[in-house]
C-alpha cells in the first residue's frame, strides 16, 4: 500500500529555516507529480508549491522565493526547505503525490490522490 509520511516539523523563531521530510513508500513516485499543502488554524487548506516529474517546481505566491521543494528520486523523499519564517507560516504541512506526469500550482488538490498525515509548523514572533 502507498504511504506518505511527513517529518521535521517543530516550533521555530521567526526568521528561522527549517526543512521537512516526505518520505513516500509503496510505489515509485519518479513519474509523480508532488506537493506540499498546508493548512492554517481556522483556514482553508492551500497549496504550498508543487514539483513535476521532470523538477520543475512552482510556488505559492505568499512563499515564493523563501520556500523551494526539492526530492530525492532514489529514495522517494520530498523535501520543503523553508526560509524566513513569519508567524503566518504557522499551519499543518501536508505532502502528496498525484499519479501522472503534469501538474502545476493550479491544480486542484483533489486529483493529488496520496497524502500523508502532516506535520505542525509553528513559528513565533
Known amino acids: 500500500q502507498v504511504h506518505l509520511v511527513e517529518s521535521g516539523g517543530g516550533s521555530v523563531q521567526a526568521g528561522g529555516s527549517l526543512r521537512l521530510s516526505c518520505a513516500a513508500s509503496?510505489?515509485?513516485?519518479?513519474?509523480?507529480?508532488m506537493a506540499w499543502f498546508r493548512q492554517a488554524p481556522g483556514a482553508e487548506r492551500e497549496g504550498v508549491g508543487i514539483?513535476?516529474?521532470?523538477?520543475?517546481?512552482q510556488y505559492a505566491d505568499s512563499v515564493l522565493g523563501r520556500f523551494f521543494i526539492s526530492k530525492d528520486n532514489a529514495k522517494n523523499i520530498l523535501y520543503l526547505e523553508m526560509n524566513n519564517l513569519a508567524p503566518e507560516d504557522t499551519a499543518m504541512y501536508y505532502c502528496?503525490?498525484?499519479?501522472?506526469?503534469?501538474?502545476?500550482?493550479?491544480?486542484?488538490?483533489?486529483?493529488?490522490?496520496?497524502w500523508g498525515q502532516g506535520t505542525q509548523v509553528t513559528v513565533s514572533s
Open positions: 509503496g510505489y515509485n513516485s519518479s513519474n509523480h507529480c
Open positions: 502528496a503525490s498525484r499519479p501522472g506526469l503534469v501538474c502545476s500550482k493550479t491544480t486542484p488538490e483533489r486529483s493529488f490522490t496520496y
Open positions: 514539483r513535476r516529474y521532470d523538477s520543475l517546481t
